[in-house]
């Protein structure tokens, strides 16, 4: 299948400071990109839709001020987590489709984000 | 209640029993189901993927789609230890949209 790759792996920062997290496409195009979030032992829950050249779309309830997202090139969609604060630690996962009309999505194999 | 519904389990089975999981939705606008098979702490790995209706078999696993009772299975032949994980089914309106998942169903195959 495809690969979808994700940076950092794992990352621990203190509450306040602002933290990227990279999501890339390696063997394929991705105009677009699906940024996910989920909590122990819950599903994946859609946060917002990562547009190539455009903005991103955000799921209901999700701060777009706080959740930036950057999707500057075909392969790499950046999700900014600003001022972050306790709760906001999860696992954050990627995700793409393999080309316009396919419906196969691949994941990357996500993000731990701890904020101290 | 959810667009998607998944029992959670856990399901366990002995090792070379057939594992069927299943999903049932509320949207008849979904024609696209995935399932994915997650390890703790990891992303989801692609299982199986199928386009409306019908029958799609690949080595141990098989998907049922049956769009008319909005209700979709993964079975698994000869289970394996490794198969021991969470799966996920998931689904969406058009090729390449967003994904709504169900909540996952644990699955523990003991040897």
């Known amino acids: 299948g495809a690969v979808v790759s994700q940076h950092p792996s794992r990352v621990i920062c203190k509450s306040g400071t602002s933290v990227k997290i990279e999501c890339r496409s390696l063997?394929?195009?991705?105009?677009?990109m699906f940024w996910y979030r989920q909590f122990p032992k819950q599903s994946l829950m859609l946060m917002a839709t990562?547009?190539?050249?455009?903005?991103?779309?955000?799921e209901q309830g999700v701060e777009k001020d706080k959740f930036l997202i950057n999707h500057a090139s075909l392969t790499l969609s950046t999700l900014t987590v600003t001022s972050a604060h306790p709760e906001d630690s999860s696992f954050y996962i990627c995700?793409?489709?393999?080309?316009?009309?396919?419906?196969?999505?691949?994941f990357g194999p996500g993000t731990r984000l701890t904020v101290t | 209640q959810k667009e998607v519904e998944q029992d959670p389990g856990p399901l366990s089975v002995p090792e070379g029993a057939i594992v069927s999981l299943n999903c049932t939705y509320s949207?008849?606008?979904?024609?696209?189901f995935m399932w994915y098979r997650q390890y703790s702490r990891k992303g989801p790995e692609l299982l199986m993927y199928?386009?409306?209706?019908g029958n799609k078999e690949d080595g141990r696993f098989t998907a049922q789609v049956d769009k008319s009772s909005k209700y979709i299975s993964l079975f698994i032949r000869d289970s394996q230890p490794s198969d021991s994980a969470t799966y996920l089914c998931?689904?969406?309106?058009?090729?390449?949209?967003?994904?709504?998942f169900g909540g996952g169903t644990r699955v523990l195959v003991k040897p």
């Open positions: 063997d394929f195009q991705a105009t677009t």
């Open positions: 949207n008849s606008a979904f024609q696209y």
């Open positions: 199928t386009y409306s209706s």
């Open positions: 990562s547009n190539e050249g455009s903005k991103a779309t955000y």
């Open positions: 995700s793409a489709p393999t080309g316009l009309g396919s419906y196969e999505q691949y």
């Open positions: 998931a689904m969406s309106e058009a090729a390449g949209n967003k994904l709504t």
